[in-house]
């Protein structure tokens, strides 16, 4: 879903006349949604920019990332960085699994703080 | 081989009995847009659609918020907290935020001279929106003004 509403921004952005990469991880919905340049970094979803606490994988990320930005010229392009994710394979399926529940929490209009802390931090800052 | 999220999604809805979604297929070629002048000299802005916030913000919520949230570049690790619909991908990014949103290393590239500059925010917002019609009607315009408004030359955009 986020890859697609990326791609969507990308596209609208491009279009007004800036340019743009999407950096992802899920390389069928980026082929779906066709942004004008794309790099897809083969890594569970929510570790785009790296393995935790990496940061030499996360820099070495960026820096690709950028390369690719200079080099696409063909519009609609995704290049695959060149990077495995160091555990076992597994991930790919648990990740492609079709059995289980919903992962997705409930739908409300209700912020969902990280910490109990934060909403008070923010209903104090609104106050 | 890659994970194909759309298929395994599709399958596991309908054995939930969900109706199924409808992905996004782009019918057309994408707009193109050339690098105005080189990386080294831009402003670049961020877009990540993990649903970051810092500690003092409203977070989102999970029913199609098409909010946004402007992060300052120099935001501490610590106080950049999620909150996401799919909750399952935030294990990681909430022990280390820069795994998702790479402002560490974006960093160490201003530094470097790899890119002009960061532009002062980098911007968030909840990406799992279900409505299309929402994302193209309020969240892309109002990003594209908050983009327009810091003058960046170019946009990273890192969906979770």
């Known amino acids: 879903m986020c890859h697609q509403t990326g791609s969507l921004i990308a596209r609208y952005l491009e279009a007004s006349g800036i340019p743009t990469l999407c950096i992802g991880s899920a390389l069928d919905i980026l082929q779906a949604?066709?942004?004008?340049?794309?790099?897809?970094?083969?890594?569970?979803?929510?570790?785009?920019?790296?393995?935790?606490?990496?940061?030499?994988?996360?820099?070495?990320?960026?820096?690709?990332?950028?390369?690719?930005?200079?080099?696409?010229?063909e519009p609609g392009t995704i290049l695959s960085l060149d990077y495995q994710w160091p555990d076992s394979p597994a991930w790919k399926s648990e990740a492609g699994s079709t059995s289980g529940d919903?992962?997705?929490?409930?739908?409300?209009?209700e912020p969902v703080y990280q910490m109990e802390s934060d909403r008070i931090a923010a209903e104090a800052a609104g106050a | 081989m890659h994970v194909e999220y759309i298929s395994s999604i599709r399958a596991r809805y309908e054995r939930l009995g969900y109706a199924p979604y409808r992905w996004f297929y782009a019918e057309d070629a994408p707009a193109f847009t050339p690098?105005?002048?080189?990386?080294?000299?831009?402003?670049?802005?961020?877009?990540?659609?993990?649903?970051?916030?810092?500690?003092?913000?409203?977070?989102?919520?999970?029913?199609?918020?098409?909010?946004?949230?402007?992060?300052?570049?120099?935001?501490?690790?610590?106080?950049?907290?999620?909150?996401?619909?799919?909750?399952?991908?935030?294990?990681?990014p909430r022990q280390d935020p820069d795994c998702i949103l790479g402002l560490g290393a974006l960093r160490a590239a201003e530094r470097e001279g790899r890119i002009g500059e960061l532009a002062p925010d980098i911007f968030t917002c909840m990406g799992g929106v279900y409505s299309q019609r929402r994302v193209r009607e309020e969240m892309i315009p109002e990003l594209h003004a908050r983009f327009?408004?810091?003058?960046?030359?170019?946009?990273?955009?890192?969906?979770?």
Not at chain 1, 39 to 64: E, K, S, W
Not at chain 2, 50 to 63: D, P
């Open chain 1, 102 to 109: 919903d992962t997705r929490a409930p739908r409300d209009t």
């Open chain 1, 33 to 73: 949604g066709n942004p004008p340049r794309a790099v897809f970094i083969d890594y569970p979803l929510g570790h785009t920019m790296g393995r935790p606490f990496d940061r030499h994988n996360q820099r070495a990320i960026v820096n690709d990332a950028l390369s690719a930005f200079e080099s696409i010229s």
């Open chain 2, 35 to 92: 690098l105005k002048k080189p990386l080294g000299e831009s402003r670049v802005g961020v877009i990540s659609t993990s649903g970051a916030y810092v500690v003092g913000q409203v977070a989102f919520h999970y029913k199609d918020d098409t909010s946004l949230r402007a992060i300052s570049k120099d935001t501490p690790a610590d106080k950049i907290h999620f909150s996401h619909i799919t909750e399952n991908y935030l294990a990681d």
């Open chain 2, 148 to 160: 327009v408004e810091q003058a960046v030359d170019t946009v990273l955009l890192v969906p979770m």
